[in-house]
């Protein structure tokens, strides 16, 4: 209630500001909240500049219990809302283990602006769909692929190169479970990806001579991330085509693989 007793009517508030309001809301909050209240304030959750960042991460409550009670059809669902929103203005999409081909397909088709795919977990995106998929998203700058286990191989990462010649930042993270699962057959795909200047991969088993084909092949590199990377020895030659590139080594599990062979 307004000051003197007069009864204020929220659903008229200004297009603008209800906007500038929602733009600092979780985009939970406006899909299952704000935006159902009344017809007004649906138009202005409907604007598309608020659904250019989609972040869709465990780091949501909502995201992270609804993955916990097996719902992941309602984050699908609620992903796919948000992206017809975007009326294809989407540009970053962060998500977690409920993304599917089918969500994946479903951004594709409809975000053709985005700049940034990180998925984390996604076992239920496999190669076939992940590479349809990205196909249709040439603007892309950043790529992190952590934990998809059903997402690799050397044509895959070669269709990334190809479809993405904009691609800037790519990192691979397997965890220590499939230790040895990436080897010279994608360190050769990523070698595709040649206009990337920063480059973070763990669990590797290539050698030499993958590693001199992606730093030959990817000349723009500005920083380079090697976790568990054993079977790579950084001689004079080494070292010489990594001038100029931040080098990030991690040593960790040297004693688990004594065998390992990284040398600074």
């Not at 249709?136 to 997402?151: A, Q």
């Not at 595709?192 to 001199?212: P, Y």
């Amino acid at each position: 209630m307004a000051a003197g007793g007069e009864v204020r009517d929220w659903s008229e508030l200004p297009h603008d500001a209800l906007s500038f309001v929602f733009a600092r809301l979780d985009i939970f909050d406006i899909l299952m909240g704000a935006g159902l209240v009344c017809h007004s304030w649906l138009g202005a959750a409907e604007e598309p500049s608020l659904w250019q960042h989609l972040d869709m991460s465990s780091h949501n409550n909502v995201v992270r219990e609804k993955c916990r009670s097996g719902e992941t059809g309602v984050l699908c669902a609620m992903a796919k809302k948000a992206v017809d929103r975007s009326g294809g203005q989407l540009e970053v999409f962060v998500g977690e283990e409920f993304v599917d081909d089918d969500l994946l397909k479903y951004i594709g088709d409809r975000a053709p602006s985005l700049k940034v795919l990180r998925l984390t977990s996604c076992l239920h995106v496999l190669n076939e769909g992940f590479v349809d998929a990205i196909r249709k998203l040439p603007l892309l700058e950043e790529l992190n692929l952590s934990t998809c286990k059903s997402i690799g191989g050397r044509a895959t990462f070669n269709a990334v190169g190809k479809a993405c010649v904009n691609l800037k930042q790519f990192i691979l993270v397997k965890d220590f479970t499939v230790y040895g699962k990436f080897g010279d057959d994608e360190a050769y795909g990523i070698a595709a990806m040649h206009g990337l200047r920063s480059l973070k991969i763990t669990c590797g088993e290539f050698n030499n001579k993958a590693m001199a084909t992606i730093l030959d092949k990817c000349p723009h590199l500005e920083s380079l991330d090697l976790i568990q990377c054993y079977n790579v020895v950084m001689d004079g030659a080494m070292r010489a085509k990594c001038t100029g590139i931040k080098m990030l080594v991690d040593h960790s599990y040297t004693n688990i693989f004594p065998d390992g062979r990284l040398i600074l």
